[in-house]
């Protein structure tokens, strides 16, 4: 049984991780898949793929990207969700900011350096034509951590998944202002070179058995239910967001990789770029 490590945020787009591992598949193909929730998100994530204590990362197509560039040794095998990632753009319920334009020059909570939550706050800065290098920002390392900045004015406004962070807004805790979608696909699976070069059948194997069931997630009968329960949602936001949700079983193509590098180092994320490495075929 080969043991290996995975990680990925815990929210709904990994359910078909959780349903494969339950259901024994990656077991019966003799594989100890070793899965490990991350709130903090995506740049705690490249901080483990660095140090070893992960082998592979479900992560944020922007960050792991920018830390690969930083030197991160990592290769990007497959996008994992297509359709971009929406992100809320969220202040405290009882906050006086009523619009985007009221949050120009104001602090923005975010879950570490390098997180999704920062990266996009330098896309939606561009966006809007605001100054992105003086942004200021607040760590607050979990969602839970942005509750108490925003609602302790530590921060003035916090970008998260805009269904995770939904009940936050029906509970009175948030108030989302604005979405802003990610300019290409949200998630993808990451590997460590040290890994994948021992190991590419083992990848393989493990992209082959998660595509099977993505492929057809959508079509698992009550997973609307299942994934409102678990994740604590109104049936009707979780039936939204899986209209909006497209799965990919395809690798990221060396055109995808360039346009999205390319923005990234307009946006002054990344000051240099990297050259596309093309590493396992998806099945």
């Keep these: 049984m080969k043991t290996v490590k995975i990680a990925g945020v ?10 494969c591992i339950e259901n024994g598949e990656f077991e019966e193909e003799n594989i100890d898949l070793q899965w490990k929730n991350i709130p ?4 705690k994530m490249c901080q483990m793929l660095r140090e070893g204590e992960t082998d592979i990362a479900v992560i944020l197509t922007e960050g792991i990207l920018k830390d690969i560039t930083a030197g991160n040794p990592s290769k990007i095998v497959q ?3 297509q359709s971009p990632l929406i992100w809320g753009i969220h202040v405290a319920a009882q906050s006086g900011f009523q619009s985007l334009e009221d949050l120009k020059n ?5 879950s570490r350096i390098g997180s999704g939550s920062q990266l996009m706050a330098y896309v939606n800065a561009n966006e809007q034509g605001w100054e992105t290098e003086t942004i200021e920002f607040e760590i607050v390392n979990t969602i839970d951590g942005a509750v108490e900045a ?13 269904f995770m962070t939904k009940p936050l807004v029906d509970q009175g805790i948030f108030r989302r202002i604005a979405d802003c979608p990610t300019p290409w696909p949200s998630f993808v699976i990451a590997v460590r070179d040290e890994f994948l070069k021992k190991n590419p059948k083992i990848v393989e194997k493990i992209l082959e058995i998660i595509n099977k069931t993505t492929v057809d997630f959508k079509a698992i009968p009550e997973i609307d239910k299942t994934l409102a329960e678990l994740f604590k949602q109104k049936p009707e936001d979780i039936r939204e967001w899986l209209e909006l949700t ?3 079983q395809k690798n990221l193509t060396e055109k995808s990789f360039d346009k999205i590098q390319n923005q990234l180092f307009d946006l002054g994320i990344i000051d240099k770029k990297s050259i596309f490495v093309e590493t396992v075929k998806a099945v």
Excluded: C
């Design 150 to 162: 925003l609602t302790n004015k530590k921060a003035d406004y916090f970008m998260w998944e805009r």
């Design 10 to 19: 815990p929210e709904h787009f990994n359910l078909p991780w959780h349903l």
């Design 79 to 81: 996008v994992y969700v």
């Design 106 to 110: 104001k602090k923005v909570a975010i």
């Design 40 to 43: 903090e998100g995506t740049g």
């Design 246 to 248: 497209q799965w990919s």
